[in-house]
């Protein structure tokens, strides 16, 4: 009976211990990944962590990677973020770092329509951003004559080309990294935007830039920004000026929030109420729909617009129209 036991148990025993010998040795062996980049997006399920791991060739055996992650109670501590490894690594050490956030780069994400120093002010606010002087060193930058040089671009600054979307961006990165980055997808993006184009623009690159920057701040409607670039066009066409209020508000130094008639009045040189056509340069950063906007311009006979208070707008050909739009929409 006792042998009978004993060989019950051995049975029962040897595919035990041949499952943990199989994990001790599965955890402690290194594999030389074959895309050492990858990247855990926010709320990711462990599953998918595991196939996207296997996939990079960053571990074998994605369902065996699982159930470790389960059984050292990992499974749900895993951080996002956008990870290296370019070495021979354990997936112990891939759980490691996963689970302590041991990241190579961070989700960076500028919006449509932020100026070059409420990006600074964002970057220099990021927790993994050490650098004491960030933000004056990026401020700076933008307007270093040499760096813009090297981006390939012939302006002053480098607002407005700094192009809003997500960007994966190492720890490590300094000012000009993140600036060069930008200026790339700008460029990559504006030429997209040319696509379509019968014949080259009329007005510069920079003077597109400059306009699509108006336009981000005059609406986010994506529908009414082709329509807001045709009011422009139409009022340079007549040698009008634009009257923007983003305009005024982008050249004041203390800006209180309300435009006051001596704002209006204000002569700096972004001020389109007192200077005919576009100003010296972008106010903000526009994304790829107010540049596509700016280079293909609604056909319209509007010379006004208004806001309805919604976010929307009311659009006029004449100037009794829009006073009388003016009335309905903003008057008490």
Same mark, same amino acid.
């Given at each position: 009976m006792k042998k009978r036991l004993f060989k019950i148990g051995v049975a029962l025993g040897m595919p035990l211990l041949a499952a943990l !010998? !199989? !994990?001790?040795? $599965?955890?402690? /062996? +290194?594999? /030389?990944?074959?895309?050492?980049?990858?990247?855990?997006?926010?709320g990711m399920p462990l599953k998918e962590i595991g196939r996207a791991l296997g996939a990079n060739g960053i571990i074998r055996f994605p369902w065996a990677f699982i159930a470790y992650a389960q059984m050292a109670g990992k499974g749900g501590a895993l951080q996002a973020g956008v990870y290296l490894f370019d070495k021979p690594i354990t997936p112990r050490e891939v759980l490691n770092r996963l689970s302590r956030g041991l990241i190579y780069a961070l989700k960076v994400r500028l919006v449509e329509g932020w100026t070059a120093k409420q990006i600074a002010d964002y970057l220099g606010e990021l927790s993994f951003n050490t650098h004491p002087d960030f933000r004056q060193i990026f401020l700076k930058l933008v307007?270093?004559?040499?760096?813009?040089?090297?981006?390939? =671009? %012939?302006?002053? /600054?480098?607002?407005? $080309?700094?192009?809003? %979307?997500? $960007?994966?961006?190492e720890t490590t990165a300094a000012p000009a990294d993140y600036? /060069?980055? !930008?200026?790339?997808?700008?460029?990559? %993006?504006?030429?997209?935007? =040319?696509?379509? =184009? +019968?014949? =080259? +623009?009329a007005y510069s690159q920079h003077q597109i830039v400059t306009l699509a920057s108006i336009i981000e701040k005059e609406t986010g409607i994506d529908a009414e920004r082709p329509i807001i670039a045709s009011v422009f066009y139409n009022r340079m066409a007549k040698g009008m000026a634009l009257q923007s209020d983003p305009t005024i508000i982008y050249g004041l130094k203390n800006f209180t929030g309300d435009i006051k008639k001596t704002d209006i009045r204000n002569p700096h040189p972004y001020n389109t109420y007192v200077h005919a056509g576009l100003p010296p340069g972008p106010i903000c950063n526009p994304g790829l729909a107010s540049i596509k906007a700016a280079l293909h311009p609604a056909k319209t006979d509007y010379f006004y617009f208004v806001s309805k208070g919604d976010g929307t707008h009311h659009f006029s050909a004449t100037a009794k129209e829009h006073i009388e739009a003016v009335k309905f929409y903003q008057l008490p």
């Open positions: !010998f !199989f !994990f001790i040795a $599965y955890i402690y /062996t +290194p594999v /030389t990944p074959k895309e050492p980049k990858i990247t855990i997006e926010k307007k270093d004559p040499m760096l813009i040089q090297t981006l390939g =671009l %012939n302006v002053k /600054t480098l607002e407005g $080309y700094l192009f809003p %979307n997500t $960007y994966f961006v600036l /060069t980055a !930008f200026v790339k997808l700008f460029d990559k %993006n504006y030429q997209k935007a =040319l696509e379509g =184009l +019968p014949s =080259l +623009p």
